[in-house]
RNA sequence: GCCGGGAUGGCGGAAUUGGUAGACGCCUGGGACUUAAAAUCCCAUGUCCUUUAUGGGCGUGUCGGUUCGAGUCCGACUCCCGGCACCA
């Protein structure tokens, strides 16, 4: 097979192209089976940690087919995206060009490793026939409140010249060339997630076939922090909760501890807020304030330095008192000056807070810093009356102290009445607060969806009506970045008129955030050619949630929650009837070279390629999914790919074997205990695979089947047991292929047709079944202990009695030795273990 | 700092609910076949000790605990990987 192996793997390549293998029935959504892959940015070509992604795909699919079911398996191209045009501007080739080649070159290659897909219904994100319905989905998103534009401080990364979502700034840098995000002020367009963050959250919980792990990423992300807005009054005025922040009366503050309101000496508020800045601007307010100027000087300060929230935690907090001015505590009526510092955010609570020193660890070292006292109000519940430590704040709960009416209450209680008191005074409300903002979704760059919206100096911003679908990304433009969008310099797509009053407007120049495209398309591979739908609703309904989704684990956060967002505003709006996309998720590990995450950029890929010509495709996928479980990250390493070569040989050597001498003469010339050892090898083997494959226990599932290779191989090694006669054993070499089939497509399809002469595709062939009887010899091997310890193995009748066991383990030569002394306990497992206690 | 995950031979890893630690494979060493090599097959392969056996001690990051019995459960710690991070 070695030389014609390329052939071979050809030719059953052509053979599932012909048979329609992977295409399927959606009319039949009985025994529906929608296995879905993270569809992949169009790059130059797949390297070994792409191939695992899709040989794990491939092989579960090919065993859901196997089960009977009526397996869906698309397959597309997440095409828009910087890289695409990066590369466009260094190499000077159009995007469109270099995606399309791009994509060729990697059918090539899934085609090469025997990944089958549903291939009629491919799509492509960065066609007309598609991102005619991303505009579509938007203008949905508009029409119902969800889509907004606001001028708002957004990061902006300066080598990409386009502004990015929160959740592509990784610590304070930009995710993709890890630039030094600056902060500008633009008007942006927005999807309001928020709104749905609650409920993000809380279905979260009906995702029980999700890892653990990403579910806590997501809860995170969404941040929910329940909590109390408290309010405090501005020297003696009254406040209320009530009244608006602008108010200079009062400021309100958010926090999650109103136990250790006793406890605050200071109040602290951001430089951006709205009581600091009218203060500065309204003339009678600002001759109040003593340090008018310093504040003003400090502000400016700190504004030039740049606020990022992610980039200058290590920095020291600092501040600048406003002198002349008070609040009170409400609590103590407690006169406490107010601080204006760095550390506190504007875009998260009420842009002010509530300073505890003695129980919050910035707080206590402003304090320290600026010499402001620290009073604890909280100690432990089992050492009570501790005195704060001079180097930490005490952070967790406890019992309250120096709290006048609430001392001795616990945290849990103290909070509970604290706030209650003081909302009958109408100084508090309870309050929950999220981490997550909403979706900004605008770039400056000219690769993506447009934004379809048109911009009038009469009717204003608007939307493109949906007849008027798609709005064509024209292909004549410079699309070298510089800091607005390139679609501007073109007149011709900029120029349009007004759908409303017909007068000479402009269209939108910005475009969509790739992510967009990526939260819906699992919808429209049902019905990819579809010109009047963007999808089909009543195929969706029955073919979703996706069965099985496998990808990356660097996308739980963005593109899960993205999707789930879209689909949750989906059903909403009665265009889909599931809340959630994906009933399963499977994130697979990533693949390591040197200690790196295999990318180009590292220059530490490794390419399948030379592998596959060298060995094999099947023995390349193979060496895959047996070096580690799928889930986890691997380094790689080329060397073990001989031995999986090495394995198909064997098997194939068998089926040479039990094809010329034929299989019953081979049994004939064996004992009949033979037969039923590897009988019962065969039936286990059936048995731990299929629990393993529902499992993605891959890498022990290749090494049960090279297990029951090597027993139908070689010659028994155990005898001795009763001799009546057994039926004939199921032939091996055909458990074996059916078992190997989804992991070695090529190889056992080979073998099913031509070596065991079957007609059909091994694939049409239901997955083996075992049978219980024969899984279990009527004797067990029990391992015996003396004091824990292992000291012998004895061969017993299966569920022997106790006492008959005990008399065996008495008799047992190897155990004299050691059983010395008078038996203590004597503990059986039936059928595994005795350990006898002396 | 907080939240996850992990640590098992020379290497990748196995051990599903506490019951033979190291399956399966790679590497390495030895042997068979061969004029020779490749391929193939067979044997060995955690570690130490001895009286060389159907022998024994030790051994799953560290320390301690629970149990007849712990890689697995509990408590404390070390290191590695990932996520989040002035979020009040």
């Not at 200690?595 to 030379?610: A, E, H, I, Q």
Request: a positive charge.
């Amino acid at each position: 097979m070695t030389e014609d192996r390329r052939q071979i793997e050809k030719h059953w390549q052509d053979y599932w192209d012909k048979i329609k293998l992977f295409e399927p029935d959606l009319k039949n959504y009985r025994h529906k089976y929608y296995c879905l892959m993270m569809f992949p940015y169009p790059s130059a070509a797949l390297h070994i940690g792409h191939m695992r992604n899709y040989i794990l795909g491939d092989t579960l699919a090919r065993y859901k087919m196997m089960q009977g079911f009526n397996l869906f398996t698309p397959m597309g191209w997440d095409a828009f995206g910087l890289p695409a045009e990066n590369a466009a501007i260094k190499d000077n080739i159009h995007p469109t060009k270099s995606t399309a080649k791009n994509i060729a070159t990697m059918k090539k290659q899934l085609r090469q490793w025997g990944v089958g897909y549903a291939w009629s219904k491919e799509i492509n994100s960065c066609s007309p026939e598609y991102y005619k319905w991303t505009q579509w989905l938007f203008l949905q998103l508009y029409k119902k409140g969800f889509a907004y534009r606001k001028k708002a401080k957004v990061n902006f990364c300066p080598s990409c010249q386009t502004v990015l979502a929160n959740e592509q700034v990784i610590e304070g840098k930009c995710e993709r060339c890890e630039a030094n995000i600056e902060q500008k002020d633009l008007e942006q367009w927005f999807l309001k997630t928020t709104a749905y963050a609650q409920r993000l959250l809380e279905d979260l919980d009906t995702l029980t076939k999700w890892p653990e792990k990403v579910k806590i990423m997501q809860r995170n992300w969404i941040g929910r922090s329940e909590g109390d807005e408290v309010a405090f009054a501005v020297n003696s005025q009254q406040p209320t909760v009530n009244s608006s922040n602008q108010n200079p009366k009062f400021i309100k503050v958010f926090t999650t501890r109103p136990d250790t309101l006793f406890g605050c000496t200071y109040l602290a508020i951001s430089i951006e807020h709205p009581f600091v800045t009218s203060l500065l601007k309204i003339k009678n307010q600002k001759s109040k304030i003593k340090n008018a100027e310093e504040i003003e000087k400090y502000i400016k300060e700190i504004k030039k330095q740049g606020i990022s929230t992610r980039d200058n935690i290590a920095k020291e907090k600092t501040g600048v008192e406003i002198k002349g001015i008070k609040v009170i505590n409400p609590v103590n009526n407690q006169e406490i000056p107010i601080w204006v510092v760095d550390y506190v955010l504007m875009e998260y609570g009420s842009g002010a807070i509530m300073a505890v020193p003695a129980h919050d660890q910035r707080d206590f070292e402003f304090a320290q810093k600026y010499n402001l006292p620290i009073k604890q109000v909280i100690t432990s519940p089992s050492a009570k009356r501790q005195a704060p430590s001079a180097k930490r704040a005490y952070e967790s709960e406890g019992v309250l102290i120096n709290s006048g009416k609430y001392n001795d209450l616990n945290s849990q209680e103290a909070k509970e009445k604290i706030t209650a008191d003081l909302k009958k005074k109408g100084l508090a409300q309870k309050r929950v607060l999220y981490r997550l903002r909403d979706w900004l979704i605008s770039r400056q760059r000219y690769w993506g969806t447009p934004i379809p919206i048109i911009h009038c100096p009469k009717c204003g911003t608007g939307p493109v009506p949906e007849k008027d679908l798609p709005v064509v990304l024209p292909q004549d433009v410079d699309f070298k970045p510089g800091g607005e969008s390139p679609l501007k310099k073109n007149r011709n797509f900029i120029q349009t008129t007004c759908p409303k009053c017909g007068s000479s407007a402009q269209r939108e120049a910005d475009t969509m955030d790739t992510f967009i495209d990526s939260s819906w398309y699992y919808l429209r591979y049902l019905s990819p050619r579809d010109k009047k739908n963007a999808f089909d609703s009543s195929l969706v309904n029955r073919w979703l949630p996706v069965d099985q989704y496998i990808g990356g684990v660097e996308h739980a956060i963005m593109h899960l929650l993205y999707a789930r967002f879209i689909s949750k505003f989906l059903y909403d709006h009665k265009l889909i009837n599931f809340k959630e996309p994906f009933a399963s998720l499977f994130t697979q590990g990533m693949v390591i070279k040197d200690g790196l995450k295999m990318s180009k950029s590292k220059g530490n890929v490794v390419y399948p390629d030379t592998l596959i010509e060298k060995y094999g495709a099947d023995a390349v996928r193979l060496y895959i999914l047996f070096i580690a479980p799928p889930d986890k990250d691997v380094e790689w390493n080329s060397k073990g790919v001989e031995g999986m070569k090495k394995f198909l040989k064997r098997v194939e050597k068998l089926g040479y074997r039990l094809s010329v001498i034929g299989y019953r003469a081979q049994t004939a010339n064996r004992k009949p205990q033979t037969d039923r050892e590897l009988q019962r090898k065969i039936h286990q083997t059936i048995k731990k695979v299929s629990e393993d494959m529902e499992r993605f226990h891959f890498n022990t599932v290749i090494s049960s089947i090279m297990e029951l290779v090597n027993s139908a191989t070689r010659p028994p090694s155990r005898a001795g047991e009763a001799d009546n006669p057994q039926p004939a054993t199921r032939n091996p070499l055909e458990v074996i292929i059916l078992l190997l089939s989804p992991f070695a497509p090529h190889f056992c399809e080979e073998i099913w047709q031509n070596v065991l002469k079957n007609k059909g595709s091994v694939f049409k062939h239901p997955w083996p079944r075992y049978n219980s009887q024969f899984i279990q010899g009527e004797k067990a091997l029990i391992i015996v202990q003396v004091n824990g310890k292992l000291r012998a193995k004895i061969e017993a009748e299966r569920d022997i009695p106790e006492k008959e066991l005990k008399e065996l383990v008495l008799k047992e030569e190897q155990l004299k030795k050691w059983l010395t002394k008078p038996i203590k306990r004597f503990i059986v497992v039936p059928n595994q273990v005795v350990n006898v206690v002396m």
